[in-house]
């Protein structure tokens, strides 16, 4: 086993169609079952024997909390402004050269086998940035009715998840390269135009492979991703619509306020 360091994002506000649900200021403290939903992502977090450390990203006080048992794995940073700045201050607050586990706080019903699993399945490859990609099928399984923006690939329909196994020194050096993929992710023109034509006629015919995805990636960014196909559709479950957040507050209430394996022990020390 090889500790890995996490970073959890909790600084995003509570601005969009989930205020009519919950009048929390910032989504990670949105109710579920008697709890803000980060505590759900740190819980199963700190239960995973690989995670060492686990810094949260988030505006002070949002998350503070009396601990149901004592778990020192959890340690607090002031989030800044923008999700590229909130990455780069969970990874200099832990000060760590290898790579980082991100998750977004907004998957209350992730489990320690889900993370575990995907950790594992990343060392099987090299690589800079490992991203989960979960099959349609999979998920319409474990969670039927869930709507979920899917792609088809030659290897099936697939879902993304809301975690990443990253190397720190990704966003150190192609940070401007990072930023402008995530400014065009909504300018379909800029994104054609940067992935080429080829690549958008094979995706539009339902051609193309996730190892051609790679490929791309790697000729754009100049660093290497792939995609890590999980069996887990808790990772891809993030709660940013009434439907999802109705589900959540369901499947936690009728478990007891627990996901499958998970605990509910954490202690927070402030970084």
């Known amino acids: 086993m090889i500790p890995v360091d996490a970073v959890v994002l909790a600084g995003a506000r509570n601005t969009g169609r989930l205020r009519e649900m919950d009048g929390s200021c910032y989504e990670a403290s949105i109710d579920i079952a008697g709890r803000p939903m980060a505590h759900y992502v740190l819980d199963a977090l700190a239960a995973v024997p690989e995670i060492q450390r686990i810094m949260v990203v988030a505006p002070p006080g949002i998350l503070s909390y009396e601990p149901r048992c004592r778990q020192d794995k959890i340690y607090f940073t002031e989030a800044g402004e923008g999700l590229l700045e909130n990455i780069r201050r969970g990874i200099d607050a832990l000060g760590t050269c290898e790579k980082v586990l991100i998750v977004t706080s907004d998957i209350p019903l992730l489990n320690p086998k889900a993370v575990s699993d995907f950790i594992l399945r990343c060392r099987g490859r090299e690589a800079d940035v490992y991203y989960p990609i ?51 992710r909504k300018n379909p023109l800029k994104l054609s135009r940067l ?3 080829k690549f958008i006629v094979k995706f539009v015919l339902k051609q193309l492979s996730l190892g051609e995805i790679e490929s791309r990636v790697e000729d754009i960014m100049q660093f290497r991703g792939v995609g890590v196909i999980s069996p887990y559709p808790q990772v891809s479950i993030d709660v940013d619509k009434p439907s999802d957040l109705q589900l959540a507050r369901q499947v936690l209430e009728a478990s007891g306020g627990t996901t499958d394996e998970g605990v509910t022990c954490t202690e927070i020390h402030y970084h």
Not at 162 to 174: D, E, K, R, T
């Open 134 to 184: 979960i099959s349609r099928d999979v998920s319409d399984h474990e969670f039927p009715g869930v709507k979920r923006t899917y792609f088809r690939l030659r290897e099936g329909v697939f879902t993304g998840g809301n975690m990443a196994l990253v190397s720190p020194s990704v966003f150190q050096i192609y940070q401007p390269k990072i930023e402008q993929a995530i400014s065009m």
């Open 195 to 197: 992935l080429g034509l």
